[in-house]
């Protein structure tokens, strides 16, 4: 793979599948927060085209992340654009310690046990809790009671408070004191197996950016092409790894190498991606 191909092969994809979505509200997370929460639509099209998106699937894919309440749309000195909706960003800025912290657990951080009692007529709000602790990497110890590393507590409050569940929830923290192997239970509480395939799958597409990167100068633009895209990818693992203890993870595990790939690309990436995306914000 080569940083010239990464756009078309991500991005490209991400325009005949639900990945443009999320490409898109990367983008605006990325650069709208810092221009008055807004970007023209001529720029985003701009932008997308440079990732190898059509003019209409963008189109598309904005119509359904404004129906979804993500995006609303704006004008600003007669061009017409779109902002991010307030709900939205505050999961964005939420997201970017998740996303660019990565802070793990030690083991003797504890636990944050979650119960929840909800009522038959507002099964709504059950999925929405499900859902809600299920994004912050909580797994499930047992019906009804889900677990995750305490240094989580502060963010899950914040965000069950935010989508008003507060009512149907306690939450409780401690440590694991008997019985049985912790590191078993943490394997059966979540995913570990599909999580690993997860982060090696990231590791095999962008160990060899690393190797382009590293080979000669990027310009701005393939900076651009290779960044969105694979921070795209990257930013749903935060969340599905809740940062747990690497001593009750299996040996070797993979989060730790594909987050120093990340981290080492993030670095060398950023910044060239950036001033594409500016250049082409401000001359749209």
């Not at 009522?119 to 059950?126: A, G, H, L, N, V």
């Amino acid at each position: 793979m080569t940083a010239g191909a990464e756009p078309s092969s991500a991005a490209g994809a991400g325009g005949r599948d639900s990945r443009l979505g999320p490409l898109i509200i990367t983008l605006f997370g990325l650069y709208a927060r810092g221009e008055r929460n807004w970007l023209s639509v001529a720029s985003v099209i701009r932008l997308m085209a440079d990732l190898g998106v059509e003019d209409q699937a963008v189109r598309s894919a904005v119509s359904r992340l404004k129906r979804r309440g993500m995006l609303r749309s704006e004008r600003h000195e007669g061009a017409a654009g779109y902002a991010v909706a307030d709900s939205a960003l505050e999961v964005l800025a939420e997201g970017d310690i998740r996303i660019f912290e990565r802070n793990r657990a030690a083991a003797g951080d504890g636990w944050l046990l979650v119960v929840f009692s909800v009522p038959e007529s507002e099964r709504d709000k059950r999925h929405a809790l499900r859902t809600a602790l299920t994004r912050l990497g909580f797994g499930t110890a047992a019906p009804g009671v889900w677990v995750a590393p305490g240094i989580l507590g502060d963010e899950t409050r914040r965000t069950l408070r935010r989508l008003g569940l507060t009512p149907y929830v306690d939450i409780f923290t401690g440590d694991h004191f008997a019985f049985g192997d912790l590191s078993a239970k943490v394997r059966a509480w979540w995913d570990l197996d599909e999580l690993g395939a997860l982060y090696a799958d990231f590791l095999a597409r962008y160990a060899p950016v690393r190797e382009r990167v590293a080979a000669g100068p990027v310009t701005p633009r393939e900076a651009f092409g290779i960044y969105l895209p694979m921070l795209t990818e990257w930013r749903r693992l935060p969340y599905r790894d809740p940062g747990l203890p690497l001593s009750l993870l299996p040996p070797g595990w993979g989060g730790e190498s594909a987050g120093a790939l990340f981290e080492e690309l993030d670095g060398t990436l950023r910044a060239p991606a950036r001033d594409h995306a500016l250049a082409v914000i401000h001359t749209a």
